[in-house]
């Protein structure tokens, strides 16, 4: 069986891209290794996680989730067994809204296609349930 673990917590202040490249560069290399699958979602300062693979893996991971500095407020949604992944192809997926010039039009597309993967995603767990349902909720400005 697989194991899965949905959290959110909020960005430090000083939150930027790079740190963000830095985090996905570490996160891609080491899901790779170990395993480990999901999808991590940053926006308006807050970030949403869902992580699946074998429940030691997943442990270990949170466990340096919960000790890194450039977040706070960690707050674990769900976490328990699944028959099989829900994220099989991914490890880690990323897009830069600051990349090149942003505007409002930019952003609102961004948020209005990932609020609608939230409404077609597979939801058949209670962790990909409570992560599409924190994705959603982050885009309107509140979380659970």
């Not at 697989?2 to 490249?21: G, H, R």
């Not at 609102?108 to 959603?136: C, G, H, I, M």
Request: aromatic share 14%.
């Amino acid at each position: 069986m697989m194991f899965e673990l949905v959290y959110c917590s909020k960005a430090k202040k000083d939150t930027d891209s790079i740190k963000i490249f830095e985090i996905l560069k570490t996160s891609r290399t080491n899901n790779q290794k170990f395993g480990i699958t999901g999808c991590l979602v940053f926006h308006n300062d807050i970030f949403v996680q869902i992580i699946e693979g074998d429940s030691k893996n997943i442990h270990n991971l949170y466990q340096n989730i919960e000790q890194d500095e450039r977040h706070y407020d960690v707050n674990l949604l769900w976490e328990g067994y699944i028959p099989k992944r829900n994220f099989n192809d991914w490890s880690m997926a990323f897009h830069d809204l600051a990349d090149g010039i942003i505007n409002e039009e930019d952003i609102l597309t961004f948020e209005q296609n990932l609020f609608q993967l939230s409404e077609t995603a597979d939801k058949t767990s209670p962790a990909s349930y409570l992560f599409w349902l924190n994705v959603r909720k982050q885009i309107i400005g509140w979380l659970v």
